[in-house]
């Protein structure tokens, strides 16, 4: 059976000695202390280990049941997730004016990593909730903050998002569900949704969906769409629950993977629904919560991979089979251990290297967000906006290809599910589909976000870099160990966005041909910025001294693997970019 | 519900326009005519789509079950299994005088392609019985032939192979499985074998089982291995079926996918057996199996990616979702397929420019095995032993990709089970796994393979290419298109390979840290080649005509796609190989 052990050294690591969180002139960040954020993450941790993870594979195993109507979710989800209420989790970085604890979304997304880590398919149940709940607080009335925050915050209700119907996905435009105005200002929601995660449950008394509608009248397509608050229980003006909203799950959905969380077709027939923002401003609105949600995403692509390594790991040390080709390495055993060999620790340096650097990704898009909100800091909104979809996109095509890497190591095993393997797998491979299929984050980087205020956040990113590079090479090592690949990763991904300003106007689908390596060469060139400021402080910690040489060696040895196995992939990707539109799109639609 | 289409037509062309195998000086290939191979592929085609596919959905959810003993397949199977012996499938390729139709081995590879793409599952019970009757037919004496060949070429009785144990899989020394020798010459056999694919099951009269065990005082470690034939049910001299033997199905596995066949737990328990070949020459007996099972395997990723993408492609053609950058193309409709997508194409010709060329690649390796047999040819069979770990491991790699992008295309319907993708993908990553993991294949390319003559396979696959591209180079479009990124791909193959002369005897992990690259590439190279290949012929019908130009076009198209697009992953594959042992080994075991 798998175990999970929560990365709080690492985490530490990042947040003090690599960004220095406390020191950031963010608002709450000062109380971001080490010995606070340590305290913090391990509790999170223990829950994570102790009560999460045992329900992973009981979750994968039971799957939930549509039985007359309601969903019966895994044995142990329900008490597990008031054991989640009972600690405040839901609402650790909400506002405190609405029960939740005001902590930075740095501190969220940490912890987030440990939950969705120990078991992805629970934890979307109050990461949904949480996503509905940013919707209304940045969206709703006071009346509609003040009747349903409250319970949501601490997740006493759950939420969940309606966008898709059965003939469209991405392109929300076509969609069909109607939402009718009623005299007292209500609306009627008349319509079918599918793929609604955490649809309907039994862990919580009520459910608040945010459903995309057209009221009739409206703009064509996708202007003329409205979020709505559609919840199932209707609520009294005292906050006590009233009649049943006519609302219904119809089917639950047999997935490839995160079977614990009840993926549903919800079916709305008239349902009282409450506008949420502006009438056919829905979109902007919903993208509150998206923007939320693909950060969230891409960071169940990290903790997927982490996971999966972490046992990968074990297996590797502990499972005897061969020899070291350099000669035995544990004479008085009957074989050495797998990760002896060379194939086997290349593999789990892949793991490895992409999920330390991967984690500083995250908490860094993370405090972006907060200097973003929190500052009210436009560069930092633009940049982590532009950032978004690598951090999806990347995240998760990388994250589930760890998955399968770890799943290897076990051989045989790693194709048993009683192994806990294959769940890993099969639970990452969502990641990359939903909230905007990665094809979608790619077309969004290139067709939009690198371009936005005219290329003023790309090129600021460049700037970062450049600046990063230029203020740090006078320590030979990390020079000619980091620096150096990262410029020429850099120097690719500037040449791969010179590309597209020189052909993207006249011919479009250069651009587009090329928008998934565009989306890899950004993701490889953020990562390699990862481990060189990683490297840069484990090379000083070594410098001036510190207690823990182990591990600043640790970092270093795995940052120089990804700079010399990983990081030249951008030119891959660029040769790829360079060779434009042709090779994509000759072939005729008819002679496929 | 997913559909197939046998790809006769790619076959054919294969078969008589780039190899000409009707003119190949082969013995049995003279009568290998256009309109003979055209019938039975056609044939084959028929029961792949008509009888195989259907069935391919009811295995995955019904899986097999183990009920007191004997392992029920699923609905369907056994009747289908009665059509195959009907039909005289199973022999095909094996010899008349067991009741085969002496056909050679390419026309079962493309057969056995068509099989493994519509039902893998399904396949494998007679895969594996093959495998076992090649081994008998190898190493058997005439009484164990008559005894055996003749039921099992037929597939009335079928086989299977037992080398894994709970401790030991590619270790197989460590074996504890005991064949105690008795006085009339037969063994007890007595020991646990796990993972044995078709291991019990309902669809035969008796299974032969292939053993690897252990005969008491002999050799240590795997140079004591012995193989032996154990029956399920014991063989009386007419041939009629004797008492049962002692061995049991313990368990069936629960797997990832390939839910219809049945994965067994083994007991022998004193069975009696019958040592075939020599005495502790088990492995080179095995290894007669592991061969073809290898090349089978690999066949399975490219069989699984081309049904995957057949499915991918409908898909694309058939969903409208959003609007073609360069203006609407479906303008009379709510919006355009997804196929006018670049990043929908760019998929779409990964797994076109993959599966057209793997073909090509499995059958000029099924050749070379017909000309290593049937003329004993001494270099043809070096050859594609050099190229078997290629085969087995780039295709399997590659091929379990492809059925990840061709799900992709189906964006959430994807990830749900009813659509069917997510089958493909299941049901393919066992291939990576099975018959040695990738990683093995890797080793046994650079560790034994690459060496082995002298290194004079990998210098007559380096002739070959080479030659190919000096008789043809005269050709502008030809040269320019084709031949000269295949020329930089081969010299990035042909670096490698130096790297690991010069550097692999004194130091192993430099040479064995870089052989899944190494792998990859040469992959990569034997592809680049097939389409060098198969444009020479396209450029040739264009050239003097052809009443099929959009066939040509096409190919030529797919080409170029792969040219530029995939190959060029040789040169991150080389820099990775370059950067040594340092970045893989420097990490010391407790650190990490």
Known sequence: MPSYSAPVKDMQFLMHEVFNIAQMDIPGYAELEPDFT???????????????????????????RLENGVVRTPT??????????????????????????DMPHVIGTAVGEMFSAANQAFTMYQGLTHGAASAILAHGTQTQKDTYLPKMVSCQWTGTMNLTEPHCGTDLGMMRTRAEPQPDGSYQISGQKIFISSGEHDMAENIIHLVLAKIPGGPEGIKGVSLFIVPKFLVNDDGSLGPRNSLSCGKIEHKMGIHGNSTCVMNYDGATGYLLGEAHKGMRAMFTMMNEARLGVGMQGLAQADVAYQNALAYAKDRLQGRAVTGAENPNGPADPLIVHPDIRRSLMDQKSFTEAARAFMLWGAALIDRAHRNNDAAADGLVSLLTPVIKGFLTDEGYDMTVKAQQIYGGHGYIEEWGMSQFTRDARIAMIYEGANGVQALDLVGRKLASDGGKHVMAF?????????????????????????????KDLQSAAMFFMQNGMKSPNAA???SNDFMHLFGHVCLGLMWAQMAKTSFAALATGTSDTAFHQAKLATGRYYMQRRLPATALHLTRINSGAAPVMDLPVEAF
Chains 1, 2 share one sequence.
């Open 38 to 64: 340590a305290a913090v993450l391990e509790e999170a941790g223990k829950i994570a280990s102790n009560v999460l993870t045992p329900l992973n594979a009981v979750g994968d195993a039971e799957g939930c």
């Open 76 to 101: 142990g989800f329900k008490e597990a997730f008031d054991q989640m209420r009972e600690g405040g989790w839901p609402g650790l970085d909400m506002p405190s004016e609405y029960g939740g604890q």
């Open 462 to 490: 460049f700037d970062l870099v450049k600046t990063f590079i230029k203020e740090n090479d006078a320590h030979p090592e990390l020079k000619t160990q980091f620096l150096e690949p990262l410029k020429s990763a850099s």
């Open 512 to 514: 587009l041909a090329g």
